[in-house]
């Protein structure tokens, strides 16, 4: 079982910073991808970027250039730098990892509670 709890969302202006941290805590062999996707009410969850425990990446379009996925494998820790913020970026935020609880288990998968965005004058 894996834990996730994120930090670092607020209300932050148009053009602005913010920081997200999703930390993993719990029992589990080795955690694989993990990712931050987010959500607006009355549409689909979507990705915005993921990296795996190798460190190669993946954005949407829509993050790329103006938001950065690392991670510190060492804490279990996955962040999201998000630059030059716009009103559209508004949205709760998800944490989502995949682990296994053994090396020959099968991948499974959890998300965080959220974290909400706000991108506001």
């Known amino acids: 079982q894996v834990q996730l709890v994120e930090s670092g969302g607020g209300l932050v202006q148009p053009g602005g910073s913010l920081r997200l941290s999703c930390a993993a805590s719990g029992s589990f062999f080795s955690i694989n991808v993990m990712g931050w996707y987010r959500q607006v009410p009355g549409k689909q969850r979507e990705l915005v970027a993921f990296?795996?425990?190798?460190?190669?990446?993946n954005y949407a379009d829509s993050a790329k250039g103006r938001f950065t996925i690392s991670r510190d494998n060492a804490k279990n820790t996955v962040y999201l730098q998000m630059i030059s913020l716009k009103p559209e970026d508004t949205a709760v935020y998800y944490c989502?990892?995949?682990?296994?609880?053994?090396?020959?288990?099968?991948?499974?998968?959890?998300w965080g509670q959220g974290t909400q965005v706000t991108v506001s004058s």
């Open positions: 990296i795996t425990s190798g460190g190669t990446t």
């Open positions: 989502n990892a995949n682990s296994k609880r053994a090396f020959w288990a099968t991948l499974e998968n959890y």
